[in-house]
């Protein structure tokens, strides 16, 4: 197959993955602070995809909406502890000594799926969280579609 085909399957795949990423709800995230180091450095980026917070377990890593001096920020830190009956869960970053303010079940944003070390810092540069991110997963899905290709031809 020339190579101009196969650029344009690869563009198709992204495409389409770019666009479900888009359907099912997921945003992506650059982690700007240190407050997950070391499992998730500073420039990460963070895929979440939309939760119900009751569902929420201690340990899970989710993200919520805050406020900080300069306005609505979204953070990304591991549940400590979800009080179902009051509708709140407790958060801390894995490398702060203290958790974060009660957050309210009507802030929380969504559980993170994964996280790519360093690739926030392109993203935040080059198009902005999201697009990079379907784009990577696109990129990755295709590379798997190939390779198990391979192998059933093999």
Not at 101 to 113: K, N, R
Not at 136 to 141: D, K, L, N, R, Y
Request: aromatic share 12%.
């Amino acid at each position: 197959m020339p190579v101009w085909k196969k650029l344009r399957v690869v563009f198709c795949v992204l495409v389409v993955f770019t666009i479900l990423f888009r359907i099912s709800g997921m945003h992506a995230y650059n982690i700007r602070t240190s407050s997950m180091a070391p499992g998730i450095p500073a420039g990460s980026l963070a895929v979440v995809v939309p939760t119900e917070p009751i569902s929420l377990e201690k340990g899970d890593i989710a993200a919520y909406q805050a406020w900080d001096h300069d306005g609505p920020v979204t953070v990304i830190h591991r549940v400590v502890r979800n009080d179902v009956p009051n509708g709140e869960l407790t958060f801390r970053g894995d490398a702060n000594q203290e958790n974060d303010p009660e957050v309210d079940y009507g802030a929380v944003v969504g559980e993170m799926l994964f996280s790519v070390p360093y690739v926030g810092f392109l993203s935040g540069f080059l198009l902005g969280g999201t697009w990079l991110a379907a784009l990577f997963c696109g990129g990755v899905a295709a590379w798997i579609f190939r390779r198990l290709m391979r192998e059933h031809l093999d």
